[in-house]
């Protein structure tokens, strides 16, 4: 099955579909992506894809719509030059928290992006982390959400075994946040908060005893930082004795890396499903963990028909 296997990948994440490649033993397929002076995505694969089992490796993080347009027109050049199969591998899904209607005559544009994804040319999704789970529904074909749980718990456990509290810092992440805790054997605390307004949060209250101990404060994702550090704030002021965070995807947009400097966290715990900028890189709070060999197994299962959920159990 291996010899009808290829790889592709776009520009938003290189180092990462190259360590994909190097975990499956395969070379990077050959594929020119370049922008026309007005800012047009062109694409050219330069190898024979005919018949192939087609993987295009690309995560749809900042600048989001460039990536984006250059994923679907990856997927619509592949379809033409007649893949037998194409799965887009979508380490950081963007788009995802616009999974409902939050107001009246508002888009849910996760399922638009699941629809254009699937037009383009994708007959399966390969994601980390979704930021809900819902969105696997938003598809017509194969979907499957892989997590980032083992590489993250691999090190918390080398690390912060002793007197952690794993905290959720809102109540969207209380089942990720169990999950987390019920397989360290350790207790976990949650953060309810008010969000007045997006990417403004507000805490509230702290549930769950802090007190003294070692707080990892664990979501799937850091965008503007607003949450995480106001929730290591009030963790601090309520007597625990250090905050660490733990995400998958280091989304890390406008003042996010000034927060985290100025912040009461100690270690930002992050998975490169998205390429840290060269400022995120001076950060030396941040630490990157990588998704490459998890990524990789899960392609090489899907590739022989084996079960990919096993990976977590």
């Known amino acids: 099955m291996f010899d009808k296997l290829k790889i592709f ?21 050959k594929a020119e992506i370049k922008s026309f002076s007005d800012g047009e995505v062109c694409v050219e694969i330069q190898e024979s894809v005919r018949g192939m089992e087609v993987y295009v490796i690309q995560s749809t993080c900042a600048p989001v719509n460039k990536n984006l347009m250059e994923l679907l027109i990856m997927l619509d050049a592949l379809k033409r030059a007649s893949s037998h199969a194409i799965t887009a591998v979508i380490p950081y899904y963007g788009y995802a928290r616009q999974d409902r209607k939050v107001a009246p005559r508002t888009p849910i544009t996760a399922k638009l992006v699941a629809d254009l994804l699937t037009v383009a040319g994708a007959t399966r999704v390969l994601c980390a982390d979704l930021h809900a789970g819902q969105i696997q529904g938003f598809f017509n074909i194969p979907v499957d959400n892989i997590y980032a749980t083992p590489v993250l718990l691999e090190y918390i456990q080398k690390n912060y075994r002793d007197n952690t509290v794993i905290v959720s810092p809102d109540a ?8 987390f ?7 976990f605390a949650i ?12 805490i509230m209250n702290i549930i769950g005893d802090i007190r003294g101990k070692i707080c990892i404060l664990l979501d799937d994702m850091i965008d503007t930082a607003g949450t995480i550090t106001q929730a290591a704030e009030a963790l601090i002021k309520h007597g625990a004795r250090e905050v660490y965070a733990c995400c998958t995807h280091p989304v890390l947009s406008g003042p996010a890396i000034e927060r985290l400097k100025k912040s009461a966290i100690k270690e930002i715990i992050v998975t490169n499903t998205i390429q840290l900028s060269e400022e995120a890189k001076g950060l030396n709070k941040i630490k990157s963990l990588t998704v490459a060999p998890l990524l990789g197994e899960a392609i090489k299962r899907i590739q022989h028909g084996e079960s990919v959920s096993s990976l977590f159990v």
Do not use: W
């Open 9 to 29: 990948a776009g520009n938003s994440n290189l180092p990462l579909a190259i360590d994909i490649c190097q975990h499956l033993g395969k070379s990077l397929g």
């Open 191 to 202: 953060i309810d908060k008010r969000r007045p307004a997006p990417n403004v949060a507000e």
């Open 172 to 179: 969207g992440g209380v089942e990720r946040a169990r999950a």
């Open 181 to 187: 805790a019920k397989r360290l054997q350790t207790n």
